[in-house]
């Protein structure tokens, strides 16, 4: 197989991305040592895979609970009204980030979904009242939009990112009886 094949660039960039999933953190040179690349290719890949927003951020994982800070889960299932253009903007323009930061709340992943729910907001706040003040905001700036919202508390993440919880025997601590 020739060296730069495009079966072969594509196997590349999976092995990097493999790679910066597990730690992004990582540098160029670890990345490049532990795949067997040099470091200009290592390079190259990521600048290419940023360029075409195959990679288009890069974060930590924070433990919430350590920051005075829960996760919830927001479950929005739309109503049968077709969305106007002005609805549709105020989701491309993200204003319900700016909303919620006002009340306190961090969003961290929204998902647009097929299925039950049409959309998901993982999001953090410091107390329930703070997430339900959330989710009253969203029923009301997207009111005969929204038919119904549910509110999850998360009460562990055993997982996120792909990344295991470096305290995962906690979630022994739920189970006591067994």
Avoid at 62 to 67: G, L, R, S, T
Avoid at 85 to 112: D, P
Wanted: charge should be positive.
């Amino acid at each position: 197989m020739a060296k730069n094949s495009k079966k072969q660039i594509m196997l590349d960039e999976l092995r990097i991305i493999d790679q910066l999933s597990k730690n992004a953190n990582k540098s160029i040179n670890e990345i490049a040592k532990n795949l067997g690349f040099s470091r200009q290719k290592v390079w190259r890949i990521i600048k290419n895979l940023e360029r075409n927003k195959t990679i288009w951020g890069y974060t930590s994982i924070i433990d919430q609970e350590k920051q005075n800070k829960k996760t919830y889960i927001a479950l929005i299932k739309r109503s049968a009204n077709p969305l106007n253009k002005e609805m549709i903007e105020k989701l491309v323009r993200r204003e319900t980030i700016k909303r919620a930061a006002k009340i306190g709340v961090k969003i961290v992943t929204s998902l647009y979904t097929n299925g039950i729910y049409d959309w998901l907001i993982f999001f953090n706040a410091s107390d329930i009242r703070d997430a339900k003040r959330f989710v009253e905001d969203l029923n009301k700036t997207y009111e005969g939009f929204i038919e119904e919202t549910s509110l999850l508390e998360n009460l562990f993440m055993a997982e996120h990112c792909g990344i295991e919880n470096p305290e995962i025997d906690k979630l022994r601590d739920f189970f006591p009886d067994l």
